[in-house]
């Protein structure tokens, strides 16, 4: 027995949510498959399946009997970015080319018609057979390879790739048909309806036998059949027409919700400077691997994740974390795929391939975000699930009523009922959501704001409360030499003879005395025989000058008399939150030296914007109350101290049953925390860690960055309420005017693809977000 497969697809003629379901639903009934996940934002398809019950042609064959076409691997599984499909302008697309063709020669022919009034027929046959020329050409093929008239040639007039043009052929060849021989006035119309119908109502049929039979193709289907019927249908003709260029509209507008977070693989370059002995040699970024050296020079873009080598410059990492200010980049530093190196040239090894770098971990991602649903889009679906079969009930009470109620015409509200079927299309409703999820994530992507799906960015325009882990997340994660206080000789020379002590250290402490004699460019002295360790008391080396010891201030007491002074001193230090260490030598006091972890530059900033968002902040930390009292006062926020993990679960667990509460930590100590928070925030210090753990990352390590993505989620949720309140509107309105005879019937499909284009591009305006 063969192991389930996962089987992933790139999906052609997506655009809006209705399209993956109507997938979804086609995919559920088949054995084996399991694991459907669509997504219309990326044109993909992933999902398990086991082999000996269902085929990948199967598969295939289902998804092209729904109008869609599956042409190879999903593009989250190519080797890189770079690799992509490119995204072109609509009117680069074969609809484009079709629309603005057949669009430009109605306007010439109408133009030809009002310049000289007998030419009112000729033009529109010149246009006719100028659009069909391409028509005739394929159905020619086709018959010369034994297939003269077989249905595939007539779909291959009106698929959805050519819907449009042959529609709009159909109805101008109909209308001059009618004008060369009035008797002729129905059936070229007729048959434009006919022929344009066929792809639609296929669509409609394998809907309904594959789960969705309440499709907008069903609703098409009856309005045009019905308008058929009444004897309408120069209308059905039309009617079929607008439904083309809707499609086509819908793409259009999707593709643009798509190029939101392709926009990043804008930021990778295709070839890179690799260095081989004494030569530079040009090659494609996917030829890189771990441990490659290459050269960047300034203006160029980083071609892949690395460490800096050899060379120092500014680098710009905007385009990957968000971060305003160039970052300052020397040998040992890492650097990231798409920074832009500003102003030296830097010589960096390869840490990453070209499919795992920074960029590429970060569309993944937010590609498998957009793939998952909000609770808000699971609500619009179940919605529209009941929506459209209970408008088809409407429709048909709005046919059958007035003429058996109150003896109406017949023809009047058949006419009317086919209008109020076409209005209500649930296809706007549908988008409405999807569509402002994804550009959100997308936005939120471009600021260094990695949210993990629909679910998180939804929940956090909810959020009430954030809880701030302290160190390295409201501070900066490394201690600084605050205070250095001298009590005999002079401070540049007890820091270098502390910083002796302390050389080859990897104790924080250490590392920042080191750092702090490296500021004051002192000369530190060698030591004989290196340092040795008393265990929680002191560091002591043996120096030119005798043994100098770096300990804390009981380790002090112990070994020399200290004055009231200098335990005032100590004492008022500690108060502030410091962590004070004294410097001896050979029992004798030199002086005092005081480090803390200092708050980052911008937590007051960050604090202070969620407070003028109306959330509430509060700092939930191990840390001694001493010192989590002085962070916190010097940052205007509550903290709550000396807690194990457990005390912060459940500290997480008595805010969150009064409101959602966002965890803010590193992603790593604070896991649990992270995991049982309404909402898990990763700061981005490790990159590997942010992209990974937690619900969002915040890539460029700002505590500004929490206000941001509130904004952005309160952003994205107004915007979702404004497209279903937008879309149920429009349709409302015209449901009123069609039932007073207002709305004809091309009107009421114009109605919903106008609605469908305006939530789209409502949507889209979440891709302009700037974070305040």
Request: hydrophobic share 50%; charged share 20%; proline share 5%.
């Amino acid at each position: 027995m063969a192991a389930d497969k996962v089987l992933k697809l790139r999906i052609e003629g997506m655009d809006c949510g209705a399209c993956a379901t109507k997938i979804e639903n086609a995919l559920q009934r088949l054995p084996g498959v399991s694991d459907i996940a669509v997504s219309f934002g990326q044109e993909s398809l992933s999902l398990r399946v086991d082999e000996d019950r269902t085929s990948r042609i199967t598969i295939e064959g289902r998804i092209r009997a729904l109008g869609f076409r599956p042409v190879g691997d999903d593009p989250a599984a190519k080797t890189t970015v770079t690799e992509r499909r490119p995204v072109r302008g609509w009117w680069r697309t074969p609809r484009g080319h079709l629309v603005i063709g057949t669009g430009a020669l109605l306007v010439l022919a109408y133009a030809f018609s009002h310049i000289e009034p007998s030419w009112s027929t000729w033009p529109y046959i010149a246009a006719t057979v100028i659009g069909l020329i391409p028509i005739i050409r394929r159905a020619v093929a086709g018959a010369t390879m034994g297939t003269p008239f077989s249905i595939e040639t007539l779909m291959s007039i009106a698929a959805i790739g050519h819907l449009v043009i042959g529609t709009g052929a159909l109805l101008v060849l109909a209308y001059a048909f009618s004008h060369i021989e009035p008797s002729w006035s129905t059936w070229p119309y007729i048959a434009a309806t006919v022929i344009g119908l066929i792809p639609i109502i296929r669509r409609a049929v394998a809907g309904a036998t594959m789960g969705t039979p309440f499709s907008i193709e069903t609703l098409m289907s009856i309005a045009a059949i019905g308008a058929l019927v009444i004897g309408e249908a120069p209308e059905a003709a039309i009617v079929v027409f607008l439904f083309a260029t809707g499609e086509l509209l819908e793409g259009v507008a999707a593709g643009r919700a798509r190029a939101g977070i392709e926009a990043l693989m804008d930021l990778v370059p295709r070839t890179a400077q690799r260095i081989r002995g004494s030569e530079v040699e040009t090659v494609p970024v996917e030829e890189l691997a771990p441990g490659d050296l290459v050269m960047v020079r300034p203006g160029d873009r980083v071609p892949s994740d690395g460490e800096v080598k050899d060379g120092t410059s500014e680098v710009d990492e905007a385009p990957v974390t968000g971060e305003s200010m160039p970052v300052a980049k020397k040998p040992g530093a890492a650097v990231y795929a798409g920074s832009i190196n500003i102003d030296g040239e830097l010589q960096i090894t390869i840490s990453r391939t070209a499919a795992d770098n920074t960029i590429s971990r970060i569309i993944h991602a937010v590609e498998e975000a957009q793939a998952t649903k909000a609770p808000v889009a699971r609500f619009i679906d179940s919605f529209s699930r009941w929506y459209t079969p209970a408008a088809m009930v409407v429709a048909l009470l709005v046919v059958v009523g007035p003429p058996l109620l109150m003896g109406a015409d017949w023809f009047t509200w058949v006419y009317r009922g086919l209008a109020v079927l076409l209005v209500a299309c649930p296809c706007a409703l549908v988008i409405s959501t999807p569509a402002a999820i994804a550009s959100g994530l997308a936005s939120g992507a471009r600021h260094g704001l990695l949210i993990k799906g629909g679910a998180a960015l939804e929940t956090l325009g909810k959020i009430k409360t954030v809880a701030f882990d302290k160190t390295g997340t409201l501070t900066r994660g490394k201690p600084q030499v605050t205070d250095v206080v001298v009590l005999d000789g002079a401070a540049d020379d007890m820091v270098a003879k502390a910083a002796a002590v302390e050389r080859g250290s990897s104790h924080p402490l250490g590392v920042a005395i080191l750092a702090e004699a490296a500021r004051r460019t002192v000369e530190i002295p060698r030591s004989f025989g290196g340092s040795t360790a008393t265990p929680g008391k002191a560091v002591t080396a043996r120096l030119r000058a005798g043994f100098v010891s770096v300990g804390s201030p009981r380790y002090a007491a112990e070994q020399a008399v200290l004055d009231d002074e200098t335990l005032k001193r100590i004492t008022s230090l500690e108060a502030e939150g410091k962590t004070v260490v004294a410097v001896l030598e050979s029992k004798r006091m030199l002086g005092l030296i005081a480090l803390r972890d200092e708050p980052r530059d911008d937590a007051r900033e960050g604090l202070a914007r969620l407070q003028a968002l109306g959330v509430q902040a509060v700092m939930l930390t191990g840390d001694n109350a001493r010192t989590a009292k002085a962070i916190a006062g010097a940052l205007g926020l509550e903290a709550r101290a000396d807690l194990l993990p457990d005390d912060k679960l459940e500290a997480i667990a008595g805010y969150k049953a009064s409101a959602p509460i966002a965890m803010v930590g590193d992603g790593i100590n604070d896991a649990p925390a992270l995991a049982a928070a309404s909402v898990g925030i990763a700061m981005g210090g490790g990159t590997d860690v942010a992209l990974e753990t937690a619900d969002v990352a915040l890539l460029k390590e700002r505590v500004t960055g929490v206000a941001e993505l509130i904004a952005l989620s309160r952003a994205t949720l107004a915007n979702i309420w404004q497209n279903v309140t937008l879309a149920l509107a429009l349709k409302g309105v015209f449901l009123l005017t069609t039932l007073f005879g207002a709305t004809p019937l091309w009107m009421a499909i114009l109605a919903d693809t106008g609605a469908t284009v305006l939530v789209t591009a409502n949507a889209l305006r979440l891709l302009r977000f700037r974070g305040r």
